[in-house]
């Protein structure tokens, strides 16, 4: 496929438990984008990354999470001791390059913490 | 924190009706994007708006960009059930830092 994707689609996860996320952008694009999107809100910015370098992790909620593109393509958002309100869907965008502005999206990771 | 409020948050109309959707900031943006997202999807873009006061056609949807870059509207005309979906807007901060909008989420009944 030539689109982005995101694995898995779903996780459920106990309070306390690490989860990793994983995002396949589209092949040869520079740009990465991390956003968390509540239920029925616009998706909220959390990391933005230039091929494997992170340039802004301004979004990122607390020390618990974080996000690395070790060889500038496929990209990992991981959560540590996950709380109920790390409850979210998790989308990841790709973008050809920094001056290109659209982004285009995969399906998202719907994190469920109980 | 989201800077942009989108009105109204829902929004139920019949098909073939018209209808305008908001998106405001008290901040100026240096392009405003519209997307729509499906349930299970992520967004998918529509436009892309950089003039302040620009208009752009996209078939049945219209999307004007405010004079000073701090709002801007998305009009259907003729709405049709495909056109149900979560609609948002994103401001540009910067070369790649988008804001995006809370939300309007549009349902065109049969």
């Known amino acids: 496929g030539a689109g982005v994707s995101q694995s898995p689609r779903y996780k459920v996860a106990k309070r306390g438990q690490d989860v990793a996320l994983r995002c396949d952008p589209i092949?040869?694009?520079?740009?990465l984008f991390w956003y968390q999107q509540a239920l029925g809100q616009g998706p909220e910015f959390l990391t933005y990354?230039?091929?494997?370098?992170?340039?802004?992790k301004s979004g990122l909620p607390s020390d618990r999470f974080f996000a690395e593109r070790p060889e500038g393509s496929v990209s990992t958002l991981k959560i540590q001791r996950t709380q109920q309100e790390d409850s979210a869907v998790y989308l990841c965008?790709?973008?050809?390059?920094?001056?290109?502005?659209?982004?285009?999206f995969g399906p998202g990771t719907r994190l469920t913490v109980l | 924190t989201q800077l942009l409020e989108q009105s109204p948050q829902f929004l139920s109309i019949q098909e073939g009706e018209n209808l305008t959707v908001y998106c405001n900031s008290s901040?100026?943006?240096?392009?405003l994007q519209w997307y729509r997202q499906e349930p299970g999807e992520g967004p998918v873009l529509l436009v892309t708006?950089?003039?302040?006061?620009e208009v752009k056609k996209l078939k049945r949807l219209t999307f004007q960009f405010g004079d000073a870059r701090k709002d801007s509207s998305l009009h259907i005309t003729a709405a049709q059930p495909g056109d149900t979906g979560l609609y948002l807007c994103?401001?540009?901060?910067?070369?790649?830092?988008?804001?995006f909008g809370t939300g309007t989420r549009l349902k065109v009944l049969a």
């Open positions: 092949s040869g694009h520079v740009s």
């Open positions: 994103a401001g540009a901060r910067g070369t790649y830092k988008y804001i």
């Open positions: 990354f230039q091929n494997e370098a992170q340039l802004d």
């Open positions: 965008a790709s973008s050809p390059s920094v001056f290109e502005s659209e982004q285009f």
């Open positions: 901040s100026v943006f240096s392009s």
């Open positions: 708006v950089v003039t302040g006061g």
